[in-house]
């Protein structure tokens, strides 16, 4: 197998970890306002991601620089291209780390009010962006001769793209319900498994009519098979969740998150960013590599560095496995400073 080849499957993979883990970050975040009646359950909500939301994201980070090494023609072109949804979605993940890390520091109803806005839409905005942006690398936007993208932030905004959005933003907040029902106990718990199965109805309907589109317009015999499975483990997931088996329902979306991120980057084999303009001037692993040399040396490092991280961030799953009920948060609020 060709170095590009790997790479490619190697940045697939990236964004599976990526989509997959953070997914349910961004579920719990949006649903703060929907799932808590009250301090200490926006707390346990909270708390059930604070030890591994930050590990998550490390994920996108590694995968863009990824790109950037392996495949520079297509990290230039789509970076370029895609520059403002780029820059809402990193926006957004940056003021929803100040939330996490600010919004304990006084007792203020206001101020951690004022956070949890923060949290709900940094979790929103990337979660509708990411599928939006997903869909047009997939289903192909204008590229010229010279590799550079001619379209507008509009381009992007096309029925397909929009449906990729919707379908990464429910698929996520039924991902973060099921998380939550995994990781907390008592009346909370039965609330997210409820809303997961409620909000996972919607995200089967939108993700089948997803990936069939997709599958019509640059599908092959692989990916179809993949989006089969896909859709097959998200209504097992539901119907896990309606069972009160937590743990399977969350293995449920898990699997459909990575499945149709694989089966995705299936149908745009061998394109990594194909040209609506013409097919001749799409971006390819081929044309849109690195030198040799500098694949092979990526290689070795990822051979020695990916399972340490890998190990790493299991350790931390580990450690943080158990559940977080109401009873575990301190009754006790912060000092409060009063302003002058």
């Known amino acids: 197998m060709e170095l590009t080849t790997v790479w490619f499957a190697l940045i697939a993979v990236l964004w599976v970890g990526y989509f997959c883990l953070e997914g349910f970050d961004f579920g719990v975040g949006m649903l703060l306002p929907v799932l808590a009646r009250d301090e200490t359950e926006r707390r346990v909500m909270i708390n059930t991601i604070g030890p591994v939301w930050d590990g998550n994201e490390v994920w996108v980070l590694v995968a863009g620089g990824a790109t950037f090494a392996a495949f520079p023609e297509w990290y230039a072109t789509l970076f370029s291209g895609f520059y403002l949804p780029l820059l809402l979605i990193l926006v957004a993940l940056i003021v929803r780390g100040l939330a996490f890390e600010y919004r304990h520091k006084r007792g203020h109803d206001t101020w951690k009010g004022r956070w949890d806005l923060a ?81 996972g109805a919607v995200a089967a309907l939108l993700a089948v009519v997803f990936l069939v589109w997709s599958q019509l317009k640059t599908g092959t015999a692989v990916s179809a098979v993949v989006f089969v499975v896909a859709a097959l483990a998200l209504v097992g997931g539901l119907l896990a969740a309606m069972g009160g088996r937590e743990g399977w329902a969350f293995v449920g979306t898990f699997v459909t998150i990575a499945l149709a991120v694989i089966g995705l980057f299936v149908a745009l084999f061998p394109d990594v960013m194909p040209s609506s303009t013409d097919p001749a001037y799409s971006l390819t692993t081929t044309n849109a590599a690195a030198t040799a040399y500098t694949l092979k040396v990526m290689t070795w490092v990822a051979v020695v560095f990916t399972p340490i991280v890998l190990g790493y961030q299991a350790w931390t799953y580990w450690v943080f496995r158990r559940r977080i009920a109401v009873h575990h948060i301190p009754t006790a609020e912060l000092a409060e400073t009063p302003a002058s």
């Open 119 to 199: 949290i709900i839409w940094g979790s929103f905005v990337p979660a509708l962006l990411w599928g939006v942006a997903f869909a047009n690398i997939v289903a192909g936007v204008p590229i010229d001769a010279d590799k550079e993208f001619t379209g507008t932030l509009f381009t992007l905004l096309n029925p397909y793209g929009l449906l990729g959005g919707l379908v990464t933003l429910t698929l996520f907040a039924t991902h973060g319900a099921m998380f939550v029902a995994l990781k907390t106990d008592g009346d909370i718990r039965h609330r997210a498994r409820d809303l997961a199965v409620r909000i």
